[in-house]
């Protein structure tokens, strides 16, 4: 039996980075992760093999539709799967292996196999028992399906299934029209397959800003992937390798059926708990089977705290990570404190989508009064050049004090360019003080600054 300071229970991104964290604020850990390898759903399964999927079939893209304008000639690409998908696994590899090595040179133990908690200060892993002053579970999330959906990860595959198909469907049914179907989506059509995508609700992306939910929906269509929207999924069946599923159209009941290579159901993520003993312990779940956490982390057992997907919020990597950081940082006496106000959001298609604050939507929820600031990248000197001047920045400002609400933009790099304004936003910043700032020539970063202008005076270049 070992002794520890603090036993993290998964290696996720919430695990694994608040392992880090204790081992430098001096205390003594290790971490549970029965996975073969370390970095949880995003770096095994999710975030970062799906974006190496992203950025192998954006390639082909370009190659195939912009090369020959800038003068790049020569033999059009086609596609290896099996070697695309050596690039991807190689990519994985890379960055499990890099947790490991941080493990290493923070002095933390990785505890192979799967954990549970016995009783409040210990962890068990196969026979052995080990001591722990705090125990964080991190135990993060798995893919959930629908009624009448059963998934056998070949032709009815969740994300992880999808990111090893055998080969590249010729048609895939993606049923939900969130994040991840998307991504995948239009990994799919950008590599030949004819995608449809099957969604319960009228609109694509739940919760984004309507107006860039809509232009993204555009852009989707025009690169090929199809919509069914307003369909409730019925069930899916499988005869001869292929797929039927079958969906009731809201407005009017009607049925019917969409025969598929593969379908990817995604429909949402679940908080992943079995096996740890949480029921025994009395740990307190909320309905909806997540950990219930007081605003430090801590569960209703003293010493067990949980973070990441397994507990309320965004499930997302870096709001994981956060908390990750903060539980470490408040076991060791300190104040930490995650703004769950300023999380990004971000879809990793082409053109990206980044997100941050309030939308519209909710802004006239809360009958606040505000204004809007926007540019298009076709005003972008840069996207332009780039074959990238599709989209928007739009930022939302109280009407009376400019201060930044909320953000959102859709185009190039759209992801990376959403960090200026969550920094401007932890700063308490006013739109006038982006507008005030000055961004580099030719960046894609100067349309987050015509935006800022938009909501004063007025854009230079609109
Ligand atoms: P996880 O990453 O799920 O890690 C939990 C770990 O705990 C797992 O490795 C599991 O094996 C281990 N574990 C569980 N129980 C035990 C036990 N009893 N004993 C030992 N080990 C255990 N998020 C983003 O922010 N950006 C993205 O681009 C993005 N893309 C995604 C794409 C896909 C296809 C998917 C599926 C997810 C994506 N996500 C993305 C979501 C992101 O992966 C999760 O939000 C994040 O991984 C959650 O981190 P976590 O540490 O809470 O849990």
Same mark, same amino acid.
């Given at each position: 039996m070992s002794s520890y300071d603090v036993i993290v229970i998964g290696a996720g991104p919430g695990g694994y980075v608040c392992a880090i964290r204790c081992a430098q604020l001096g205390m003594k850990v290790a971490c549970v992760e029965g996975r073969e390898t370390l970095g949880g759903t995003c770096l095994n399964v999710g975030c970062i093999p799906s974006k190496a999927m992203l950025h192998a079939s954006h390639m082909l893209h370009e190659a195939q539709h912009n090369f020959a304008e800038m003068g790049l000639k020569g033999k059009a690409q086609s596609v290896d799967w099996k070697q695309m998908l050596a690039y991807k696994d190689k990519t994985i590899g890379q960055n499990t292996s890099g947790i490991e090595f941080l493990f290493k040179k923070n002095k933390i133990d990785w505890l192979k196999g799967w954990g549970s908690i016995p009783e409040a200060g210990k962890v068990k892993v196969g026979d052995d028992v080990h001591e722990a002053k705090h125990i964080i579970i991190a135990s993060g999330s798995e893919?959930?399906?629908?009624?009448?959906?059963?998934?056998?990860? =070949?032709?009815?595959?969740?994300? $992880?299934?999808?990111?090893?198909?055998?080969?590249?469907?010729? $048609? %895939?049914?993606?049923?939900?029209?969130? @994040?991840?179907? %998307?991504? %995948?989506?239009?990994?799919?059509?950008?590599?030949?397959?004819?995608?449809?995508?099957?969604?319960?609700?009228?609109?694509?992306?739940?919760? *984004?800003?309507?107006?860039?939910?809509?232009?993204?929906? =555009? *852009?989707?269509? =025009?690169?090929?992937?199809?919509?069914?929207?307003?369909?409730?999924?019925?069930?899916? $069946?499988?005869?001869?390798?292929?797929?039927? @599923?079958?969906?009731?159209? +809201?407005?009017?009941?009607?049925?019917?059926?969409?025969?598929?290579?593969?379908? %990817?159901?995604? $429909?949402? +993520? =679940?908080?992943?708990?079995?096996?740890?003993?949480?029921?025994?312990?009395?740990?307190? /779940?909320?309905?909806?089977?997540?950990?219930?956490?007081?605003?430090?982390?801590?569960?209703? @057992?003293?010493?067990?705290?949980?973070?990441?997907?397994?507990?309320?919020?965004? /499930?997302?990597?870096?709001?994981?990570?956060?908390?990750? *950081?903060?539980?470490?940082?408040?076991?060791?006496?300190?104040?930490?404190?995650?703004?769950?106000?300023?999380?990004?959001?971000?879809?990793?298609?082409?053109?990206?989508v980044g997100s941050v604050g309030e939308t519209e939507e909710t802004l006239k929820e809360q009958g606040r009064a505000y204004k809007v600031g926007k540019f298009p990248f076709m005003g972008n000197a840069r996207a332009k050049a780039n074959f990238s001047g599709e989209g928007f920045v739009k930022i939302l400002v109280d009407a009376t004090t400019d201060r930044i609400l909320g953000a959102h933009i859709i185009g190039p790099m759209a992801g990376d360019l959403i960090h200026e304004i969550c920094v401007a936003m932890e700063f308490g910043a006013a739109a006038e003080d982006l507008a005030r700032t000055c961004h580099a020539h030719p960046t894609y970063s100067e349309a987050v600054r015509e935006a800022a202008l938009a909501c004063g005076d007025g854009a230079i270049h609109a």
């Open positions: 893919p959930s399906s629908l009624p009448g959906v059963e998934i056998d990860e =070949k032709t009815v595959v969740t994300s $992880t299934g999808a990111l090893e198909l055998g080969k590249i469907p010729k $048609t %895939l049914a993606v049923i939900g029209a969130g @994040v991840i179907g %998307l991504e %995948l989506g239009s990994v799919y059509a950008r590599l030949g397959s004819d995608v449809t995508v099957i969604e319960y609700l009228d609109g694509i992306t739940p919760g *984004m800003d309507a107006e860039i939910a809509r232009q993204f929906q =555009k *852009m989707l269509t =025009k690169q090929g992937l199809k919509f069914t929207l307003g369909a409730a999924v019925q069930g899916v $069946t499988v005869k001869s390798n292929k797929a039927t @599923v079958t969906y009731q159209l +809201r407005k009017d009941e009607s049925e019917h059926t969409l025969v598929a290579d593969t379908v %990817l159901v995604a $429909t949402g +993520r =679940k908080p992943f708990t079995d096996g740890l003993g949480l029921d025994a312990l009395g740990v307190e /779940m909320s309905d909806r089977g997540q950990i219930k956490t007081d605003a430090r982390y801590a569960t209703n @057992v003293s010493g067990i705290y949980a973070i990441g997907d397994a507990i309320d919020g965004p /499930m997302l990597a870096h709001k994981a990570e956060d908390e990750g *950081m903060a539980v470490a940082e408040g076991i060791a006496g300190q104040h930490p404190h995650v703004n769950y106000g300023v999380i990004p959001g971000v879809i990793y298609t082409h053109p990206e």
